[in-house]
T-cell receptor
Framework: KQEVTQIPAALSVPEGENLVLNCSFT??????LQWFRQDPGKGLTSLLL?????REQTSGRLNASLDKSSGRSTLYIAASQPGDSATYLC??????????FGAGTRLFVKA | DTEVTQTPKHLVMGMTNKKSLKCEQH?????MYWYKQKAKKPPELMFVYSYEKLSINESVPSRFSPECPNSSLLNLHLHALQPEDSALYLC?????????????FGSGTQLSVL
C-alpha cells in the first residue's frame, strides 16, 4: 500500500528565501505525482503535475522534481513571498482512481 | 472555465437533518470525486464516479449517499450524521475518467454536525 510522507511538517522562513519541500513515497510504480497548495479551510489548488516519465516540471517560481527510483519528489520555491504561506501537499497516483496524499507541509513566510 | 464549484461553502446541521452538498464542473471531465478532510489531515477518498457510474465506494457509511445526475453534476446526500462527520468535504474532477490525470478541486464545504 502506497504511503506518502512529507517533511518537514511545518516551516517558517523569512521573505525572499529559496526553499525546498520534500515528499517521499514507498511504491515507486507511480503514474504521476501532483503538488497542491491549500489555504486554511479552502480547497486544493493544483500547482504542478509530474508524469512518471518526467523528471521535473516548472511554473513561475515553482519547480518540482521526481526521482522514482529513490521514491522522492521535491518542490522548490524561489524567492518566497508572504503570499506563499499555505499548506503544500503532494499526492501520488499508482493507478486507477486512488491518489494518496501526504499530510502536508505548513509554510509560513515572514515579511 | 477551469473551475469546480461547490455549494454551500458552509453547512451546520443537526443529527436528524437531511441535507445535500452539490458540485458542478463544466470542463467536460468524466470522473468526479468526493473527499473528506479533517483538520490538519490529508484528504481521504470517499467516492468516485466515472462516466456517471459509481466506480469506487471506500466503505463509506450509508448515511452518506452520492448521486451523479449527469456528467457535470455530483451530489452528496447527508442523513443522520454524527458529530465526528464534521469535516471539510471536497469535490474534485479529472479529465478522461482513468484516474491518472490531474485532479481539479473545488473550494469545499465546511460541515459542522451538532
Amino acid at each position: 500500500k502506497q504511503e506518502v510522507t512529507q517533511i518537514p511538517a511545518a516551516l517558517s522562513v523569512p521573505e525572499g528565501e529559496n526553499l525546498v519541500l520534500n515528499c517521499s513515497f514507498t511504491d515507486s510504480a507511480i503514474y504521476n505525482l501532483q503538488w497542491f497548495r491549500q489555504d486554511p479551510g479552502k480547497g486544493l489548488t493544483s500547482l504542478l503535475l509530474i508524469q512518471s516519465s518526467q523528471r521535473e516540471q516548472t511554473s513561475g517560481r515553482l519547480n518540482a522534481s521526481l526521482d522514482k527510483s529513490s521514491g522522492r519528489s521535491t518542490l522548490y520555491i524561489a524567492a518566497s513571498q508572504p503570499g506563499d504561506s499555505a499548506t503544500y501537499l503532494c499526492a501520488s497516483n499508482t493507478g486507477g482512481f486512488k491518489t494518496i496524499f501526504g499530510a502536508g507541509t505548513r509554510l509560513f513566510v515572514k515579511a | 472555465d477551469t473551475e469546480v464549484t461547490q455549494t454551500p461553502k458552509h453547512l451546520v446541521m443537526g443529527m436528524t437533518n437531511k441535507k445535500s452538498l452539490k458540485c458542478e464542473q463544466h470542463m467536460g471531465h468524466r470522473a468526479m470525486y468526493w473527499y473528506k478532510q479533517k483538520a490538519k489531515k490529508p484528504p481521504e477518498l470517499m467516492f468516485v464516479y466515472s462516466y456517471e457510474k459509481l466506480s469506487i465506494n471506500e466503505s463509506v457509511p450509508s448515511r452518506f449517499s452520492p448521486e451523479c445526475p449527469n456528467s457535470s453534476l455530483l451530489n452528496l446526500h447527508l442523513h443522520a450524521l454524527q458529530p465526528e462527520d464534521s469535516a471539510l468535504y471536497l469535490c474534485a474532477s479529472s479529465q478522461a475518467g482513468t484516474g491518472k490525470e490531474k485532479l481539479f478541486f473545488g473550494s469545499g464545504t465546511q460541515l459542522s454536525v451538532l
